[in-house]
């Protein structure tokens, strides 16, 4: 398995280092990159407003650029959040916590240093979990059925309305008025036209990419132009204050290391979402710490464990998106419309079918990292 694996690994290595899937890559790490620094942008936003660019783009191309934009903003957030204590994006509301505190006693560039390996050891875990777990995800995708296929699709169903924050109720009625949304248009196989309403411009069903720019991009765009204010000025932090010295790596490695075991295990899990696993990963580092009661007042563990967990469920989250078609929160299931759009069908089969795109995506993570 370790031979083939690696077989795949250079396979992806050989389609993402194609220059313009390179360049799609570069332009969605340096894209997400600068909107996660914007307070109360987050991938989100970015990727429902940039969906439609994507329409004349190979499907290679189209979803390295998304992921970039994806783990670019990712990184970008912990930016504001420990320097500005603005949170682009909500898991690194954790990151404010302990970030902005170490910032105002002088240490932002140190914080921000062990946010950046935090996050680039992180990322590499959970790439390689990926590059492992996926043969055996293929030994299995033959033995999907109808049924079987029927089954995971219900599970995500039922996932992402009993895993959402808030009442389990109210992600019952939404998961309800999604399917409702889903039925709109014209029957395959009849031809009849259900929920139309007389409009025949929904004879071709709700676009994806509108629903999703109306309900994300310009909604979260509005809200935030309304909420327009004045934001301290970031102090600046040269490269030489980001790197943490070997006392300071020390007391981050730790909790690096059970942060990004708690962001695998969430990213593995079908409707869960990146918030509850940063908020988990802090609430563990608290619980195992000699002096929890420290947290909240500039730690180098409340920056490292939040911002690895973040950055290897990240990762993860591509494995039930893209081998079981079930996302992990409202990102992955933009980047799983994405494929949809280019005629990609997310699920057992991806891995066969569409191999330049899957692996080209897995070795695009280090390449993008890298570049972060």
């Known amino acids: 398995m370790l031979a083939e694996s690696l077989h795949n690994l250079l396979y992806g290595f050989s389609v993402a280092l194609q220059p313009h899937n390179l360049w799609w890559s570069f332009v969605g790490v340096l894209v997400g990159n600068l909107i996660g620094v914007l307070p109360g942008l987050?991938?989100?936003?970015?990727?429902?407003?940039?969906?439609?660019?994507?329409?004349?783009?190979?499907?290679?191309?189209?979803?390295?650029?998304?992921?970039?934009?994806?783990?670019?903003?990712?990184?970008?957030g912990a930016i504001g959040a420990i320097l500005l204590n603005l949170p682009s994006h909500p898991p690194h509301a954790v990151t404010c916590l302990d970030g902005y505190p170490l910032t105002r006693a002088g240490k932002g560039g140190t914080?921000?240093?062990?946010?950046?390996?935090?996050?680039?050891?992180?990322?590499?875990?959970?790439?390689?979990?990926?590059?492992?777990?996926?043969?055996?995800?293929?030994?299995?995708?033959?033995?999907?059925?109808p049924a079987e296929l029927f089954s995971i699709m219900l599970l995500g169903l039922l996932a992402g309305a009993t895993m959402s924050r808030g009442s389990p109720l109210k992600g019952v009625a939404m998961t309800i008025f999604g399917l409702l949304i889903g039925c709109v248009g014209t029957d395959v196989n009849s031809g009849t036209q259900r929920f139309t309403f007389g409009f025949i411009e929904l004879a071709d069903n709700v676009e994806l990419v509108a629903l999703a720019m109306g309900l994300f991009g310009v909604a979260d765009f509005l809200t935030n132009v309304n909420k327009m204010h004045t934001v301290g000025r970031a102090p600046n932090v040269s490269l030489r204050e980001m790197r943490p010295s070997l006392k300071e790596l020390r007391q981050s490695f730790w909790p690096m290391v059970r942060g990004t075991l708690v962001g695998t295990l969430f990213g593995a899990?079908?409707?869960?979402?990146?918030?509850?696993?940063?908020?988990?990963?802090?609430?563990?580092?608290?619980?195992?710490?000699?002096?929890?009661?420290?947290?909240?007042?500039?730690?180098?563990?409340?920056?490292?464990?939040?911002?690895?967990?973040?950055?290897?469920?990240?990762?993860?989250?591509?494995?039930?998106t893209m081998s079981l078609g079930i996302p992990g929160d409202p990102v992955m299931a933009l980047i799983l419309g994405a494929l949809l759009i280019q005629g990609i069908t997310p699920g057992p089969q991806l891995i066969t079918e569409h191999a330049d795109v899957f692996w080209g995506l897995i070795a695009s993570f280090w390449i993008g990292n890298v570049l972060l």
Do not use: N
């Open 42 to 76: 987050g991938p989100l936003t970015a990727i429902s407003l940039l969906l439609p660019l994507t329409f004349g783009m190979a499907p290679v191309a189209a979803v390295l650029m998304l992921a970039g934009i994806f783990y670019g903003s990712m990184y970008g």
């Open 111 to 145: 914080a921000l240093g062990v946010a950046m390996i935090s996050s680039f050891f992180a990322a590499t875990f959970g790439i390689t979990i990926m590059l492992f777990a996926s043969p055996l995800l293929v030994q299995i995708a033959f033995k999907f059925g």
């Open 269 to 320: 899990m079908p409707g869960t979402g990146p918030t509850i696993t940063t908020f988990v990963a802090y609430a563990v580092e608290r619980k195992v710490s000699k002096t929890p009661k420290l947290f909240g007042t500039g730690l180098l563990a409340g920056v490292a464990a939040p911002e690895a967990a973040s950055h290897s469920k990240t990762q993860v989250d591509f494995i039930p």
